[in-house]
């Protein structure tokens, strides 16, 4: 697995070991932590890697899956590593490929609600082409995202790799690193501290939040299935960026004020999957809402006695 110490891939790690998987971690930390596998390190059935996966990937056992998780995930980090972003979305995901292919194991490649870009459908289908500002800021996520898509079924169609591409809509929950500027964090992070809510825009935008088990139990669903090709895991719930302030106020007891701020270039106005597809060949609905979500995420980083002026990222 390639970004394994990073949110979602340290989750599933933990996931694939409780199911009897050995899983090498690929990881140059980036933005993922170390202390995400703090719970793996000493396991027989993990092996942790250093490395960039923009660089050959060589591994000497067999191989049964290559699960494709590298990349800044959060718009401050791939704003912040641009060409890096771009990079792990074209040479990390053909080194994967090679690895896949080499070995002759499955590929899965983690794709994002992203590509959908500021969408003029809704709900998203899979069949949707999506609306993307390909020169735009947030583009070396989009398009690196829709180039990994594009090179993973060339592989499938020219090389017979076994391709599964899931595109993740918003994913929250423990271990999801305070400072990386997703909502989610970033209001409960400045609920707990008493500052102000930083709402973009006027708050009406919408997102659709998926807890991470619901998100993790997607993915392998997907990974073990027989279906080739893009399918969205998120959760359909859809909620506007205000209500999600107004409910991490609730959840954290504070008393913080929310202040706005202009909305950034390409910020999507509406976002939420359709998960039709998901239900008819996965048979996969999400089950945690999102009050008890919030309230599982907020307890993790009490008991983890994460105090909010020492996080810087």
Known sequence: MTGAAGFLGSHLSDALIARGWSVIAFDNLLTGRKENLAGLLERDAFTWVEHDVTTPINVDVPVDAVLHFASPASPPDY????IKTL??????????LGLARATGARFLLASTSEIYGDPVVHP???TYWGNV?????????DEAKR????MALAYHRQHDVDVRIVRIFNTYGPRLRPGDGRVVSNFLVQAMRGDPLTVYGD???TRSFCYVDDEVRGILDLLQSDYVGPVNIGNPEEHTVLELAELAREITGSRSDIVREPLPVDDPTRRCPDITLA???LAWQPEIDLRDGLSRTL?????HDLQPDRWTG
């Open 79 to 82: 704003l912040e590593h641009p």
């Open 87 to 96: 990079k792990v979305g074209s040479l990390g995901t053909w080194n994967a």
């Open 124 to 126: 998203q289908p899979e």
């Open 133 to 141: 500002n390909s020169v735009g800021p947030r583009s070396v996520y």
């Open 147 to 150: 180039f990994a898509e594009a």
């Open 203 to 205: 708050g009406s935008q």
């Open 279 to 281: 239900d008819e060949v």
């Open 299 to 303: 307890e993790w980083y009490r008991s």
